[in-house]
């Protein structure tokens, strides 16, 4: 039988590499932290050791001071990574480099995702192409370039959406990618589990992001639909964040496989 926990840090001395960490650039002066980010100085203040990975680098850089303020191991610094995930080469360079500057991986976050197209009519095959580009082959990538360096009680969480489970976003690829995100997680699952690897998705709902903001700019519906989640709010990046690193740590040792949900009860609805 397990040993109970003892309080202190969940990821103490981890190595985590979150894939997406930066916060898309805005000119509102108040616009939140994106989820990437969230989780990344979360991971540092939980104990753990981060490498910081986005298309954006200046994005990058900038989480990496966030993770650096907020406790992560000031003599080796957090790692910055420039990776387009949309591109299968550094899908596998970013998992590398990030091994190297950490001295190895524990841990493993795919945060990057994106949404373009509005209903079938206006979705252009291009447009469905990149977006499953980014959100589904790239966490396939990246997890098969990981799974070989991860070694027992290491763990995956790949950030999907309600959106994969009811759809809602209007964007059919999206919604697909994001479906799909959930059978390729449980794959993951099954395969990496007798290693004693785990891999998990973590779905937010109506999450308050910069990303959220542009995709309802100049609507009401994100308002409206606030007020018909049961917890009658938003959440915050931070709150998916909290999940996440649970989800990474030694204390969520026998779940794995599983979608968690973070999304203020809002899947509870029909």
């Not at 480099?97 to 509005?118: C, P, S």
Request: hydrophobic share 45%; glycine share 12%; with cysteine.
């Amino acid at each position: 039988m397990p040993e109970p926990h003892t309080p202190g840090p969940l990821l103490p001395g981890r190595r985590v590499l979150v894939v997406g960490a930066g916060t898309r650039p805005s000119d509102d002066p108040g616009a939140p932290v994106g989820n990437g980010r969230a989780i990344a100085v979360t991971a540092a203040r939980e104990g753990a050791r981060v490498a910081c990975a986005d298309r954006d680098e200046a994005a990058a850089a900038e989480t990496a001071r966030l993770v650096e303020a907020a406790g992560g191991d000031p003599a080796a610094g957090a790692a910055v990574i420039t990776a387009d995930v949309a591109d299968p080469v550094a899908c596998e360079r970013a998992v590398g480099l990030a091994a190297d500057r950490l001295g190895g991986l524990d841990a493993v976050v795919f945060n990057a995702g994106i949404g373009t197209g509005y209903g079938l009519a206006g979705t252009a095959l291009a447009d469905w192409d990149h977006v499953l580009d980014v959100n589904l082959r790239g966490p396939f990538l990246v997890a098969k370039a990981a799974l070989p360096i991860l070694d027992a009680g290491a763990a995956l969480v790949f950030i999907g959406s309600l959106a994969g489970t009811k759809p809602g976003s209007r964007s059919p690829s999206y919604d697909a990618s994001k479906a799909g995100l959930t059978g390729l997680v449980r794959h993951i699952a099954a395969e990496a589990a007798p290693r004693g690897v785990r891999a998990n998705v973590v779905a937010p709902g109506l999450i308050d992001t910069v990303m959220g903001r542009d995709a309802s700019a100049g609507n009401t519906d994100r308002d409206r639909v606030a007020q018909l989640i049961p917890m009658r709010r938003q959440g915050t990046a931070w709150e998916v964040a909290d999940v996440t690193a649970f989800l990474l740590s030694h204390r969520a040792a026998y779940v794995t496989g599983q979608v968690v949900h973070v999304d203020g009860g809002l899947s509870t609805l029909r």
